[in-house]
């Protein structure tokens, strides 16, 4: 994949912590940093996407203290963020707009989703230990917490190291536990299958807009995206493989389009790529060790139809060239 010469943002683990990010392991983040820094500009660079938003560089209208693990919006407009050192979820109201922590350090440091009920779901346990020990020891919590008061419950427990949440039409939630290979469940009677499926070191995931598939990206390895029927989950099929130059790319989080098209960040290509017939194409560069992706919601705020990427760096940034319909400029 493509990669610049240059890393354009710089980041500094806090001192007070002495974690480290699972969401792509210590050894990943550095080897990104370093393919950023040291790469030439290959030619094998996935081809650009066919344009669907305006043609303009990604624009900051964010900064959190910390690394930014997972993003969601729900139906105002607000963006919820998952901070991985501190453990918080912060909620941002709009573009420009400070980071409210909304709770304290509640260890979530993985996926987020809103609920149709506005209730946001968090996913925790994405500290190293708990995500390479995950699949033997299931012991980690998602938590159920209030948007608006940050109160917060345990919604399901039992389950790896929580990197990845999904949410499906029908209010299944699926997890996934980059340090292992399994894929949890957890029905919306309360029932927890920790290892529903199973795919090689999973990270980013979503859920077809019919329910009927599960989405999950393979981060290392052999680099790639599975489809997991539903009815059939003993069986993941492998519909995208990344090429050999990009072995090292490290995708990461997976968000879907109005058209049910996956989009995924990487780490270290500083690409974001989208499926189109069934083949990776970029839709933006130079975004190196990103993490998430998510398409705004409503009409105010970080609104709908604009594409949003978190990363290490603690930036949220809008990506126009992502943008699902024509946007005007949104200020910082």
């Known amino acids: ?8 943002t710089a980041f500094r683990w806090p001192r007070r912590s002495r974690r480290r990010p699972a969401g792509a392991l210590v050894p990943a983040v550095v080897l990104a940093a370093a393919v950023g820094v040291l790469a030439p500009d290959p030619a094998h660079a996935a081809p650009a996407c066919a344009p669907t938003g305006r043609a303009a560089p990604p624009v900051q209208v964010a900064q959190l203290p910390d690394w930014v693990e997972s993003i969601a919006v729900d139906a105002r407009g607000r963006m919820f963020a998952t901070a991985y050192f501190t453990g918080r979820v912060h909620r941002l109201d709009a573009p420009g707009s400070a980071p409210v922590a909304l709770t304290g350090n509640i260890g ?3 996926g987020i989703v809103v609920r149709a009920d506005g209730k946001l779901l968090v996913g925790t346990g994405n500290d190293l230990a708990h995500s390479l020990t995950g699949d033997l020891f299931p012991r980690s919590r998602l938590l159920l917490v209030d948007p608006d008061s940050g109160a917060v419950s345990t919604y399901a427990s039992g389950l790896g190291g929580i990197d990845g949440v999904a949410l499906a039409p029908d209010g ?4 996934t536990t980059l340090g292992g290979r399994n894929i949890g469940r957890v029905t919306p009677d309360g029932r927890v299958d920790p290892a529903w499926a199973r795919v090689a070191q999973p990270n980013g995931i979503a859920v077809s807009p019919d329910g009927s598939e599960v989405l999950v990206v393979q981060t290392t390895l052999a680099p790639g995206l599975y489809r997991i029927p539903v009815v059939d989950p003993d069986h993941p099929r492998r519909w995208i493989s990344t090429g050999l130059p990009d072995a090292l790319a490290l995708p990461d989080g997976l968000t879907l389009d109005g058209a049910g ?11 974001v790529w989208r499926v189109e017939d069934d ?8 975004l190196h060790l990103s993490t998430q992706l998510t398409y705004g919601r409503g009409d105010s705020g970080f609104a709908a139809g604009r594409l949003y990427r978190a990363g290490v760096d603690g930036r949220i940034l809008e990506v126009p060239a992502g943008a699902e319909a024509p946007a005007g400029p949104q200020a910082p």
């Open 261 to 271: 098209r996956p989009l995924i960040s990487t780490h270290a290509s500083g690409q």
């Open 172 to 175: 299944t939630v699926y997890t």
């Open 108 to 110: 979530a440091n993985g």
């Open 1 to 8: 994949m493509r990669s610049t010469r240059t890393v354009r």
């Open 279 to 286: 083949r990776l194409c970029a839709v933006a560069s130079g």
